[in-house]
């Protein structure tokens, strides 16, 4: 009974062995059995039949040895699995991933997966030569659960926001002689790193105790992944380039300015904008070099080019340099762009004729301004040409109706030197004026260059000619040349006066002057005619008047009919006792006189009559309203 026992005991262990050793691994949700290891067309065929699976490379499993080799091996799955999941437990013997070349295992679906899923106590080894990138897009790259997981003497490169670790305290992590790329490891029972480093980030160390969520490593509150490293890390240190104005800096080596490990030699170079040269470095060697030590700033700056400018001594005169209105000592180099004004002064006697300037590298230029601005572009000579001035006759054409004078004395006008300013003076003759200067300046001023013949032009003078009536009312205006004679109007007219002429001769005219139209009054003659009677006449002012002259135009007579014994005075024709005469032309006026006996007195002598006059008329209006004339002739039946 008791051997019974036994086989059976062995035979269950043999069953389970076989059990789990057909377990130890699943890729992709697929259990690596025997078979399927052991299989003509392989893991990764098998692994290209599940839907979401991309595999390539070559994948092997050794049973004897439970151990996964990944030779240059890709794998991404998009299902609802781990990529890779380790099986064996306490129970059961630790297995390996080998890894040779480049290897890739990615979970790139939606669910809670990782690239390996360590089972509960499961323990795993990942080794080898070659390296592993582990990517989640959900969740761990490496979740240790409550597993064991050694990484010795290989890399790893876990991609995923939680890295390597668990979402509960579990689990254990070994790292050994290995470079790993994590951006977490965090929340397990243990933790330990050795025959390595934690290189990154600065200061990050493994976490000792269970507080703040388990074991992990300690990022100290830095930002990045966690960079574990086979090579002791050595200080690194922050080179900060200044790039300066007119040019730019770099470093020969290729390197991260970054994180620059101590002790490296560098060397920088500087590299001038065009017309720019290296004047200073900062922050290291004036050779350009530093051996780093610590943060550092290099730059420099970069000047102008410096260009020698040399004038030649000159002869007959003198030349001043300046610079934004400041000398310039030309025995000291020039920044390159400077301009310079040169400014020539020839001896008395001399003058002017050009700068030579020749630049390096180029044929000589004549310049014949002077100042000159020269911008120093290159490095440059320049020379001065100063020649004796000559002389030139100056002849003066003294013109008709006025003359010309030299203003300065004691100037020979056949022997003039070069540059000299003559002012000539023009006078006109009498009733002239100035006109215009030929051989000189409209002033009348010459800078001698040449020989040269001076003249003037003098022209008449216009005087103003103004002719009015005796109102002064203008009848004409006019501009006459001087000794020349006005033109005048057509004679004027005046009512009651006769044109007599001009009251100035204006046949030739030398002012300005005003012409005035005179008149002579006319006359008439006043005849009286009285018969039977006398008439007498007197002005307005009660003087009498002779009416045997002829009585001048406008004025105003009054008359006074004296009738004759026997007669009586009747009636006037042409004249109005009421306003008088006003004498505007040859006029006869009658007096006319009756007899008394026949005048009408004696007609209507036995009557109430009333006499009036009308219009110089003597009527006679009778009690019935009839009238009657002077004569007894009735004119109207009623009044």
């Not at 979402?167 to 397990?188: D, P, W």
């Not at 301004?369 to 440059?380: A, D, I, R």
């Not at 007096?591 to 009408?600: D, E, L, P, R």
Request: glycine share 8%; charged share 15%.
């Amino acid at each position: 009974m008791k051997k019974i026992k036994l086989l059976i005991l062995a035979v269950l262990c043999c069953i389970f062995q076989v059990s789990y050793a057909s377990e130890e691994f699943m890729m992709c949700g697929l259990t690596i059995s025997d078979a399927i290891a052991t299989s003509p067309t392989g893991i990764v065929a098998a692994l290209n039949e599940i839907s979401g699976v991309t595999a390539s490379g070559t994948i092997t499993y050794d049973v004897s040895t439970q151990t996964l080799t990944l030779n240059n091996a890709q794998v991404s799955f998009t299902g609802s699995a781990s990529v890779l999941e380790s099986k064996s437990t306490y129970s059961t013997p630790a297995v390996t991933v080998q890894l040779i070349g480049e290897n890739s295992l990615h979970y790139n679906g939606t669910g809670y997966y990782c690239a390996i899923q360590l089972s509960n106590y499961s323990d795993l080894t990942i080794t080898g030569s070659g390296s592993l990138n582990a990517k989640s897009d959900t969740y761990f790259a490496i979740r240790t659960a409550y597993g064991t997981l050694r990484i010795n003497n290989t890399t790893i490169v876990a991609e995923s926001d939680y890295g390597i670790g668990n979402n509960s305290v579990g689990g254990k992590t070994y790292i050994n002689n290995s470079n790993i790329t994590v951006s977490q490891l965090l929340r397990q029972d243990y933790v330990e790193v050795t025959n390595c480093y934690i290189i990154a980030p600065s200061g990050a160390v493994v976490r000792s105790g269970m507080s703040s969520g388990g074991y992990g490593i300690d990022k100290k509150g830095a930002s990045g992944n966690i960079v574990i490293s086979t090579e002791e890390p050595v200080n690194t240190y922050t080179v900060t380039l200044v790039q300066p104005e007119h040019g730019s800096i770099n470093v020969t080596e290729s390197v991260n300015l970054t994180e620059v490990p101590e002790g490296t030699l560098l060397h920088f170079t500087a590299t001038p904008d065009a017309n720019y040269e290296l004047d200073t470095w900062s922050g290291c060697a004036q050779d350009g070099t530093i051996t780093v030590n610590g943060d550092v700033t290099v730059s420099c700056t970069f000047k102008l080019k410096e260009m020698n400018v040399t004038l030649a001594t000159p002869t007959n005169g003198s030349v001043i340099v300046t610079s934004g209105g400041n000398t310039v000592d030309l025995g000291q180099p020039v920044l390159y762009g400077t301009n310079l004004v040169f400014t020539a002064t020839p001896n008395n006697h001399y003058k002017f004729v050009l700068y030579l300037v020749t630049r390096e590298g180029e044929s000589a230029v004549n310049e014949y301004t002077n100042p000159m601005n020269l911008q120093v572009t290159k490095n440059t000579n320049v020379q001065v040409v100063f020649v004796q001035k000559p002389s030139y006759t100056i002849t003066v054409d003294q013109p008709a109706n006025g003359t010309i004078a030299l203003q300065e004395t004691g100037i020979d006008l056949t022997s003039v030197e070069e540059g000299t300013i003559l002012h000539f003076i023009a006078t006109p003759n009498e009733g002239y004026e100035f006109g215009a200067w030929s051989g000189c300046e409209a002033n009348g001023s010459l800078t001698v260059t040449a020989n040269a013949t001076i003249s003037a032009s003098f022209n008449k003078k216009a005087y103003h000619v103004t002719f009015v009536d005796f109102d002064d009312r203008v009848l004409k205006e006019e501009y006459v040349l001087f000794e020349e004679a006005a033109t005048a109007p057509a004679d004027p007219t005046r009512e009651g006066y006769t044109f007599a002429g001009w009251d100035k001769d204006f046949s030739s005219i030398t002012a300005a002057i005003t012409v005035k139209a005179t008149y002579t009054i006319n006359t008439y003659m006043v005849t009286v005619v009285a018969e039977n009677g006398s008439v007498t006449a007197k002005d307005a002012d009660n003087n009498p008047v002779d009416l045997s002259q002829e009585i001048e135009y406008g004025k105003v007579i009054f008359l006074t009919a004296t009738a004759d014994e026997g007669y009586v005075f009747e009636s006037w024709e042409n004249y109005d006792e009421t306003t008088g005469l006003t004498v505007t032309e040859n006029v006869t006026i009658t007096a006319t006189f009756v007899s008394k006996q026949t005048g009408i007195d004696n007609i209507f002598s036995n009557e109430k009559v009333n006499k009036v006059l009308i219009d110089g008329q003597v009527y006679i209006i009778r009690g019935d309203g009839s009238v009657f004339n002077a004569q007894g002739a009735r004119v109207k039946d009623s009044y």
